[in-house]
T-cell receptor, first 114, second 115 residues
Framework: DGGITQSPKYLFRKEGQNVTLSCEQN?????MYWYRQDPGQGLRLIYY???????QKGDIAEGYSVSREKKESFPLTVTSAQKNPTAFYLC????FGGGNNEQFFGPGTRLTVL | GENVEQHPSTLSVQEGDSAVIKCTYS??????FPWYKQELGKGPQLIID?????GEKKDQRIAVTLNKTAKHFSLHITETQPEDSAVYFC??????????????FGQGTILTVHP
């Protein structure tokens, strides 16, 4: 079954802790993306990677970090520097970078900071 | 960079009626315009997309129109059904400069279809 998996589905974190969200794809896609979704708002781009070992900041990268050591994996770390981390986080991938190809989304991780 | 505005934020229709959602974009270099449907607690799914060399595209009850001169595009759903109820997002991409490689999303429209 091809697709994108995100884990965990729900995540709780205490203030001041870093936490890493997992994103894996077996679609053989070059590009991967991380979005944040808040109630009543659209998806905002955190980081994206158009190829292995390369990534760029999106519109709201402050307080987040990523790595892209393998084609199929693009983990997102929410650091303690992120002031308001409670949100729904979505990972996506597309066959190529450039932004003008269909993006396939994972099921999301809901992060709550206690 | 790109800016996408989407209207309305909520839309309520009776089953069988049509629904129209409109988006405007700011970057004239954008050339790819997808529409996504998101059900509660799930990731968005592509329902239709259009590229800048095409003015209209249809897929069964769904159609998208693009006006490059005015920089707006619209989603049309005919013969709506209760299962069409969801949040719909428009997006724009493919522009150059700081917009390269990125999809910019609208704020979303909550569509409710009443039986």
């Amino acid at each position: 079954d091809g697709g994108i998996t995100q884990s965990p589905k729900y995540l709780f974190r205490k203030e001041g802790q870093n936490v890493t969200l997992s994103c894996e794809q077996n679609l053989n896609h070059d590009a991967m993306y991380w979005y944040r979704q808040d109630p009543g708002q659209g998806l905002r781009l955190i980081y994206y990677s158009q190829i292995v070992n390369d990534f760029q900041k999106g519109d709201i990268a402050e307080g987040y970090s990523v790595s892209r050591e393998k084609k199929e994996s693009f983990p997102l770390t929410v650091t303690s520097a992120q002031k308001n981390p409670t949100a729904f986080y979505l990972c996506a991938s597309s066959i190529f970078g450039g932004g003008n190809n269909e993006q396939f989304f994972g099921p999301g991780t809901r992060l709550t900071v206690l | 960079g790109e800016n996408v505005e989407q209207h309305p934020s909520t839309l309520s229709v009776q089953e069988g009626d049509s629904a129209v959602i409109k988006c405007t974009y700011s970057d004239s270099a954008s050339n790819y315009f997808p529409w996504y449907k998101q059900e509660l607690g799930k990731g968005p799914q592509l329902i239709i997309d259009i590229r800048s060399n095409v003015g209209e595209k249809k897929d069964q009850r769904i159609a998208v129109t693009l006006n490059k001169t005015a920089k707006h595009f619209s989603l049309h759903i005919t013969e709506t059904q209760p299962e069409d109820s969801a949040v719909y997002f428009c997006a724009a991409s493919g522009g150059g400069g700081t917009s390269y490689g990125k999809l910019t999303f609208g704020q979303g429209t909550i569509l409710t279809v009443h039986p």
